[in-house]
Each structure stands twice: as C-alpha cells, then as structure tokens.
C-alpha cells in the first residue's frame, strides 16, 4: 500500500495525496494563497484578519481557511536545562506553498486586491492573490 501522502502505513496514512493542490475556491471568490512555506503565528494570522474585516465591514464574505493549531512553548531566559517543558506562548500554524489562507468573496478585484496588499503587510510569508479562474496577483 503506497498513498499519494508517502506513507506506506495504511493505519497512519489518510489518504490525503497533493491536497493543497486540490483545494477549490468558490465561484467569484479571491484566496490569499501562500507563495513560501514556513510557520504563521496566531497574532500575525489575526492582525491580518482584522484588517480584511475592518476593510470588508459588510459588503464581502470572508473566510479563515487555516486554524491555528500548533501550540508554541518557550522557556524563560537564563533556565537550566530540565525541568519539564517551557510554558504556553501561543499557537501558530505551518503552511505550505500554495495554501490557502483567506477567501474573500461578493467583491470586485479592484476592492479585493487593495485590501488584500493591506493584509499581506502583516503575515511574514510572501502571498499571491488568486481568482477562481485561476489567474494570479500581487
């Protein structure tokens, strides 16, 4: 048994195959996709939620199409090694190239390509915009 993940182990894999290529948008809706791979946190996910928000007020839809899953831990400065692991400091999520982080919808692509520059200011991965269609920006 071979899936289209790499994992031999039928228990383990899900069967999951290229999913982020497979992710669809629906019609006439905008994603900010992600164009490098690499860890977001939870606050820079959430600053660049609020700005789309704050932009869209209620003329669009939007949708956050990764959760912030992965809990981060840290330990205080100057701790010897030991004693168990560091504390709670948030939660963040990792992301793949072409990964869908937004959709945003019921807006015309000149609104939706303003507010989307706005919001890629506070991720720390480069991001394109794409349409339904397909075609790519930013």
Same mark, same amino acid.
């Given at each position: =048994?071979q899936a289209e993940d790499g994992i031999r182990d039928p228990l383990w894999s899900r069967?999951?195959?290229?999913?982020?290529?497979?992710?669809?948008?629906?019609?006439?809706?905008?994603? #900010?996709?992600?164009y490098d791979g690499g860890r977001i946190k939870e606050e820079q996910l959430t600053a660049? =939620?609020?700005?789309? !928000?704050?932009?869209?007020?209620?003329?669009?839809?939007?949708?956050?199409?990764?959760?912030?899953?992965?809990?981060? $831990?840290?330990?205080?400065? +100057?701790?010897?090694?030991? !004693?168990?692991?560091? @504390?709670? *400091?948030?939660? @963040?999520?990792?992301?793949?190239?072409?990964?869908?982080? =937004? *959709? #945003?919808?019921? /807006?015309? /692509?000149? *609104?939706? =390509?303003?507010?989307? +520059? *706005?919001?890629?200011? !506070?991720?720390?991965?480069? $991001?394109? /915009?794409? $349409? @339904?269609?397909?075609?790519?920006?930013?």
């Amino acid at each position: =048994f071979q899936a289209e993940d790499g994992i031999r182990d039928p228990l383990w894999s899900r069967g999951l195959g290229d999913v982020y290529k497979r992710q669809l948008l629906r019609p006439s809706h905008y994603a #900010i996709v992600a164009y490098d791979g690499g860890r977001i946190k939870e606050e820079q996910l959430t600053a660049a =939620f609020n700005v789309l !928000k704050r932009r869209l007020k209620r003329k669009g839809v939007l949708y956050w199409r990764l959760p912030p899953l992965v809990p981060l $831990t840290q330990k205080p400065l +100057e701790v010897r090694m030991g !004693k168990g692991k560091g @504390s709670h *400091e948030g939660n @963040s999520v990792r992301v793949r190239p072409g990964q869908v982080i =937004f *959709e #945003i919808g019921q /807006l015309s /692509l000149v *609104e939706v =390509f303003r507010y989307c +520059e *706005e919001a890629a200011c !506070k991720l720390p991965n480069r $991001t394109i /915009l794409l $349409t @339904s269609s397909g075609r790519r920006w930013l």
